[in-house]
């Protein structure tokens, strides 16, 4: 299994411009979701889903679209960019939201994303 | 307002000696807790994880977590740090099964020869 996997790896942008990020993972994992890492503030949930056709809002979901068409992908959209979403972007998956003693969140190698 | 907090950003320990890294966090009922650790460049691994009963948890890398609910805290241990351990780890809570997971901003580790 190649677990989650995350591309581009760097990307620059310029503001305004409009870019994906692409997610995806080969577990056949139900939650899928989407992090940004900013020095000293963690991890901030950004979008999330539970399945195919189903997604929700995180903690920081203003300037970014999600969609899950497929089990396996859960691309991330950034409609208008600025600065402000310069940041290092996680796409994290587990086998259910709900926790088992056996689960955990698989998380990709990271995109970071500046933003001019 | 409910957090999980990791009260240091940096800790600074030589290789060979001890270390624990402290969080606490501030809900009503137990959460469920977990610490991850991102190497530089890397996502994140989990080390470890607390759902119940026994409240000493061993986890992976030499790592143990100890639950201590009159503290609300779940401090990390390890008995002899490796130049490896160099990482920032992040405690985390979810609150119910069905709740999202909550990262605290972190803890950088930085090892002295």
């Known amino acids: 299994n190649a677990g989650v996997t995350q591309t581009p790896k760097f990307q620059v942008l310029k503001t305004g411009q409009s870019m994906t990020l692409q997610c995806a993972q080969d577990m056949n994992h139900e939650y899928m979701s989407w992090y940004r890492q900013d020095p000293g503030m963690g991890l901030r949930l950004i979008h999330y889903?539970?399945?195919?056709?189903?997604?929700d809002q995180g903690e920081v979901p203003n300037g970014y679209n999600v969609s899950r068409s497929t089990t396996e992908d859960f691309p991330l959209r950034l409609l208008s960019a600025a600065p402000s979403q310069t940041s290092v972007y996680f796409c994290?998956?587990?086998?259910?939201?709900?926790?088992?003693?056996?689960?955990?969140?698989?998380f990709g190698p990271g995109t970071r994303l500046t933003v001019l | 307002a409910q957090s999980v907090t990791q009260p240091d950003i940096h800790i600074t320990v030589s290789e060979g000696a001890s270390l624990e890294l402290r969080c606490n966090y501030s809900y009503g009922a137990t959460p469920y807790l977990f610490w991850y650790v991102q190497s530089p460049g890397q996502g994140l691994q989990l080390l470890l994880k607390?759902?119940?009963?026994?409240?000493l948890v061993q986890g992976i890398k030499g790592f143990e977590a100890e639950f201590k609910r009159s503290q609300s805290s779940f401090n990390l241990r390890k008995p002899s740090v490796h130049w490896s351990d160099a990482a920032e780890y992040f405690c985390?809570?979810?609150?119910?099964?069905?709740?999202?997971?909550?990262f605290g901003k972190g803890t950088r580790l930085h090892i002295l020869p």
């Open positions: 994290a998956s587990s086998l259910s939201l709900g926790l088992a003693r056996t689960d955990t969140q698989y």
């Open positions: 607390y759902f119940s009963g026994d409240t």
């Open positions: 985390a809570v979810v609150l119910n099964r069905d709740d999202k997971i909550i």
């Open positions: 889903s539970v399945g195919a056709g189903i997604t």
